[in-house]
């Protein structure tokens, strides 16, 4: 009898087609999945930190007051962290106004806006980033009254915006406890309304050591402030800042080199200001230092953060375009018209030589020419302070760019500027140690000792912000007394006959009712 065949065998391992197929994907799977993560991570971060994107805009005021120059790239705070720090670093801020953050400093914030006057924001490496721009420095505001509303005005000096105070804020914060992602990043949680977690257990707490270093290595870099006189609002050192960025050893320089803070300027009639009388170019910046309007305003983007590979030529350019012809506004008071027109021979014969025929005709024999301290007597902290081997330096940057500085140099004396918009520009002097235009007519020992800088409220008798205004309103920011006595704040010069303080005091009042027209 023949046995039954027996059935052959599948192996073990041999899996029917159906589910080789699945193994199949599922082995692929596997492959492919670390190299999908890979890709969508890849996708992601490119998406997250790749762009470089100011915020513009089509209006070249609005484009002044928060248009970038390139200095958050290099610079830039996060966003949220700058939102975050009056909240955690409140004890570093003045107490006057220390609820208003920022405002207690003497920014300005214009209703709706999340930042001041003078604050650009990029998106740049995944976050958006602020910093600084041309309008912290040159717009401010001025009222007709306490308690009246403040009007703002583009291209004045931020005679409110202390500087300094500004720095030693962030210094101060960076160098406390509370500069940690322990304390920040649940601020920024409840401010931005919720962090995703990639946001809030890396990029944040990435940002905020970064920054707190950054802050603390710039903080020893600049000690040297700390020992000078307070700067007061309205004012900067801008030259020792510069020493800085070239690594000049600050602790060793003379004494006299260290004490430059000088007011910010006006920046109205660029155009007008390309050119002197004889056809030369005007000497700029308060000693003349410089005659190429490019230079000068490349060397002013430095204070707003950037540097030679981060600066945003283009953003610059548009600004500097709509400065050519942006004109101050007209005196807003009454003007005695009949003691103006007293005033006006009282100017031509004391003034117009250096300042110009009038506040819009900038015409004069030496105007845009710098005159020798040693005629023009000022306090001369801020010439000191600038040296031939900071323009040496200077002369270094943008090497190999076609835009390298070459017109930098040292000078002996004060530039004689033009006089528009004269009525926004108290204090006067280059280092505002005069608070009003009829104190610039007296002789210095006559001069106030001691007055109030940080007041928008204006003078229109005396001409400038009053010099002992009331106390501010709460949320104001804190005022400041300038004490002409100290070092560096000398009220003296721009004295004698030729400078008009022998006059007598019908033609004093005159010159000043004229100078109104300006």
Sequence with gaps: MTPDPVPPRTPPYAAPPRRRRRLHWLLWLLVLLPWAGLALGALYAA??????????????????????????????FPYWIWQALPQVCAEHLPAQGRERGYAALGLIYENGRDLPVGMSKRRHFGLDRVFLNCAVCHASTVRDAPGAAPRLVLGMPAHRFDIRAFETFMFNCAAGPNFSRERIVPVIDQLAGGLNPIDRYLVYPLAIALMRERLLMLRGRFDFVFDQPEWGPGRVDTFNSAKVLFNFPMHQLPPQELLGASDFPSIWHQRKRMTRDDGGRMELHWDGNNTHTEERNKSAAFGTGTTPPTIDLAAIGRVEDWLLDLAPPAYPYPINQALAARGAPVYARHCADCHGASGQDFRGARVGHVTPIAEIATDRARLDSYTRDLAVNQATLYAG?????????????????????????????????????????????????????????????????????????????????????????????????????????????????YLKTF
Excluded: C
């Design 47 to 76: 998406l997250r930190f790749l762009p470089d994107r100011p915020e513009t805009y089509a209006d070249p005021a609005q484009h002044f007051k928060y248009g970038s120059t390139g200095g958050e790239r290099e610079s830039g």
């Design 401 to 513: 760019y076609p835009h390298r500085f070459q017109h930098f140099r040292k000078t002996w004396g004060y530039a004689n500027m033009p006089l528009d918009g004269l009525w926004l520009r108290a204090p006067y002097l280059h280092n505002g140690s005069v608070p009003t235009l009829r104190d610039l007519l007296e002789p210095a020992f006559a001069r106030p000792a001691t007055f109030i800088r940080g007041s928008d409220v204006f003078d229109p008798m005396r001409v400038g912000f009053l010099a002992e205004p009331p106390p501010p309103a709460p949320g104001d920011p804190p005022l400041f007394r300038f004490d002409t006595r100290v070092p560096g704040n000398g009220n003296q010069g721009h004295e004698g006959e030729a400078y008009g303080t022998a006059l007598p005091a019908a033609d004093k009042d005159a010159l000043v009712e």
